[in-house]
């Protein structure tokens, strides 16, 4: 789940972006959503110099979205640990690191046993790494199911998180007043603390107010998807990205292309392809400026 984790696990919004293969929820590079994490879930923990446990090295390596060296650390975590808390604890960050790293299968492999847990934090992650997997291929009805039990077991953005992907997905069935009803609950649980998983919630509900923008003919693409779940994984990942700046509210736009449907991520309008060129090139390599054609 776009991610957004702040509970044990830190964690990451959305969206892969941070890109994720699923969104992402939250993917944003991974934009990171930070949060708390409670001390003491792994087997590499040393004790810190006021004597609380240090966070073990594998949530270290995924707060900073190392997902590789997490998903090598958790794996290592969880076989040294014994059956317990701790070594579910590893396995979900394991599940969780291999999603996005877009290994969805062993991702699976790891967080399905995990469904059960007694931990309803453990049990919570496992529903929303295995919902966001059935986001991304388009199995919203199970997505749905597992995103709302994610929400009910998590606390904090994390609970919020799942609230918003589940509503994304009811979205997706036409169950509008369902999804409605999800994002109100995300807004309820989103903590004052998170203001950009709030913004993304208000985006959903559409109670954002209109950028003032101008309305120029030009515009900047970040990217094109062959899903709109992918691209709104990347739209809220590059939300977190525009923060403080005067671009406004990363938009989908539907375009044809060779015969085929696109869904194109754009931010931003200006008069001239210069004035968006320049704003591109502060966005990285893979922004650039083009019509607003499809508008």
């Known amino acids: 789940m776009s991610k957004a984790r702040t509970s044990w696990m830190g ?7 941070l890109v994720s293969p699923a969104a992402g929820v939250l993917v944003l590079s991974v934009a990171t959503i930070v949060g708390v994490a409670m001390p003491g879930c792994g087997s590499s923990e040393k004790p810190a110099d006021n004597g609380i446990p240090a966070m073990p090295d594998y949530m ?4 900073k979205n190392d997902f590789r060296k997490a998903l090598d650390l958790a794996s290592k975590a969880y076989r040294d640990e014994p059956e317990g808390v701790k070594r579910d604890r590893a396995a979900a960050v394991a599940g969780d690191s291999a999603r996005w790293l877009g290994r969805n299968a062993e991702a699976e492999r790891w967080v399905s046993p995990l469904l059960a847990s007694s ?3 453990v049990s919570g992650w496992a529903n929303s790494t295995l919902g966001m997997i059935e986001k991304e291929k388009g199995m919203h009805r199970q997505a749905a199911d597992h995103l709302l039990a994610a929400a009910g077991k998590l606390k904090g953005s994390e609970s919020a998180s799942s609230w918003m992907y589940a509503g994304d997905c009811l979205t997706a069935l036409g169950r509008k007043d369902e999804a409605k009803q999800a994002y109100l609950s995300g807004l309820a649980a989103v903590p004052a603390s998170n203001p950009q998983l709030k913004g993304m919630l208000d985006q959903r509900l559409g109670q954002e107010a209109p950028t003032k923008d101008g309305g120029g003919r030009y515009t900047i693409q970040v ?3 062959s899903s709109r779940d992918r691209a709104q994984a990347a739209a809220d990942r590059l939300r977190g990205n525009l923060a403080g700046t005067s671009l406004g509210t990363p938009r989908i736009v539907q375009v044809s292309s060779k015969g085929k449907i696109l869904y194109t991520v754009r931010v931003g309008m200006f008069q001239s392809r210069d004035q968006a060129a320049r704003e591109a090139k502060r966005l990285g390599t893979d922004a650039t400026a083009t019509l607003r054609t499809g508008e």
């Open 11 to 17: 964690g990451v919004v959305g969206a892969r972006g």
């Open 119 to 121: 931990d309803e934090t």
């Open 60 to 63: 270290q390596a995924y707060r």
């Open 223 to 225: 990217g094109a998807y």
